[in-house]
């Protein structure tokens, strides 16, 4: 298994372009969770899913959108960047999210660099 | 929501010594508490984890206690080697009104061990 892999390792913005980074997991969870890390800082989460067609806000979800049409991927989308999103993005999987006392792993990828200028 | 504080935010110790992170948190509704280890360039790696019915919980070198009352829980590690150097980072489990469950993660601790 690959786990979870996200593309691209870096990318550089201008203020007001757009973006979609990339997620997938090849472990068949059914939970997607994506955290920005800001330097010196922990993972904040921006959404999260509990399977496809399904996602929701987490703690900073202003200026992103999510999609999750199939099991494996959960793209997530800048539409106008702004140099406040400039930061490191996680993408994290698990099998269940917890809610029936079950508290599974969340398995990381290797993080998309952002920069916007 | 809940509100995580870890302390120290660098540690330096010396090869074979032990280190200590300690982590608070605000809400008493979280029930689970792992710990991250995060590598140069990578994401973070899940090295051990406690739920809220145990006090303590080892693994070899590592060990986390869970202090429910005071709110607290420490991550230890014995006996420590090079590649014990990274930055840790403790979480606690948040419930989410959507259902899933997302982590509120402490700022991290940046662990060097001195040769």
């Known amino acids: 298994n690959a786990g979870v892999t996200q593309t691209p390792k870096f990318r550089i913005l201008k203020i007001g372009q757009s973006m979609t980074l990339q997620c997938t997991q090849d472990?068949?969870?059914?939970?997607m969770y994506w955290y920005r890390q800001d330097p010196g800082m922990g993972l904040k989460l921006i959404y999260y899913?509990?399977?496809?067609?399904?996602?929701d806000k987490g703690e900073v979800p202003n200026g992103y959108n999510v999609s999750r049409s199939t099991t494996e991927d959960f793209p997530l989308r800048l539409e106008l960047a702004a140099p406040s999103q400039t930061s490191v993005y996680f993408c994290?999987?698990?099998?269940?999210?917890?809610?029936?006392?079950?508290?599974?792993?969340?398995?990381f990828g290797p993080g998309t660099r952002l920069t916007v200028l | 929501g809940e509100n995580v504080e870890q302390h120290p935010s660098t540690l330096s110790v010396q090869e074979g010594d032990s280190a200590v992170i300690k982590c608070t948190y605000s809400?008493?509704?979280?029930?689970?508490f792992p710990w991250y280890k995060q590598e140069l360039g990578k994401g973070p790696q899940l090295i051990i984890d406690?739920?809220?019915?145990?006090g303590e919980k080892k693994d070899q070198r590592i060990a986390v206690t869970l202090n429910k009352t005071a709110k607290h829980f420490s991550l230890h590690i014995t006996e420590t080697q090079p590649e014990d150097s990274a930055v840790y980072f403790c979480?606690?489990?948040?419930?989410?009104?959507?259902?899933?469950?997302?982590?509120?993660f402490g700022k991290g601790t940046h662990l060097i061990i001195q040769p």
């Open positions: 979480a606690a489990r948040r419930r989410s009104g959507g259902g899933a469950d997302g982590l509120t």
């Open positions: 472990m068949n969870h059914n939970y």
């Open positions: 809400d008493s509704a979280s029930n689970y």
């Open positions: 994290a999987s698990s099998s269940t999210g917890g809610t029936k006392g079950g508290y599974n792993e969340q398995f």
């Open positions: 406690i739920r809220s019915n145990v």
């Open positions: 899913s509990v399977g496809a067609g399904i996602t």
